[in-house]
């Protein structure tokens, strides 16, 4: 869908209409909208050519548009496919060719860092209620993407949490003992960093601004994740992006440093 989405917006910025990219191409209109729907797929050879009409001389970005074409990855998110909610699955698939992860929580901790317990208080408060068997599957899912994230070849995680995401009590004050003991376990990996934003912080007003941003193979190919009332939203206008990507500068900058938010959490920790 990604690569479907990125052939239209070049078609669209060299002001051509479907018709005359299809002209172009030699195929019919109905062939380019299908492969602009993410319904079709596209060859190497055809993607360059398109490229090509679209005059885009980006080559860095074309080579990636065509390794997205190219790609047959059966990840192990396709077990859940008919099983969970589309979104849970495009997730996954981000997770998987993503270069780096950044991620701002206020009220949760980040999915990729809850313990199963946390989880499980997470899914079992939704509305409407799942069924049993709905509620393991998305444990499980999340954990699943929760151990890829900790393997020694993950990539690079920066996340910043509110405090409020670690006061509030998920589950019983076990498992928010758990959860804060989890969260300074994984701020040893070499690759995630934690930092902590107190709540007694002056002039911080970004307090709803929760996001997940995911690198791509190029800076036009980042998506940013946010979750809404009826599920997640998947931003990747360049302009959204820029603006993202401004923002988790900004809450970066106001947040303690990674050794200063350990020992807040052990602080707090203690506190249970």
Known sequence: MRLATELRRLREAAGLSARQAAQLLGVSPAQITHIESGLAGVSEMRLRRLASHYACTDDVFIDALVAMATDRTRGWWEEYRGLLPTPFLDLAELDH?????????????PGLLQTEDYARAVFSARVPELTNDELELRIRHRMTRSSLAEGPTSIPYEVVIHEAALRIQVGNRATSRAQLARLLELSDAAHITVRVIPLDLEG?????????????????????????????????SEAQLGAYRTRFRKVEAVSLAPDRSRDFIHRLAKEL
Do not use: K, Q, W
Not at 97 to 109: Q, T, Y
Not at 207 to 219: E, Q
């Open 204 to 236: 911080f007003a970004m307090a709803s601004a929760s996001m997940l941003y995911l690198g791509g193979p190029v800076a036009r190919l980042d998506t940013v994740v946010r979750d809404a009332p009826h599920g997640s939203v998947f931003v990747d």
């Open 97 to 109: 060719h993503s270069s780096f992860r950044r991620e701002v929580a206020i009220l949760f901790v």
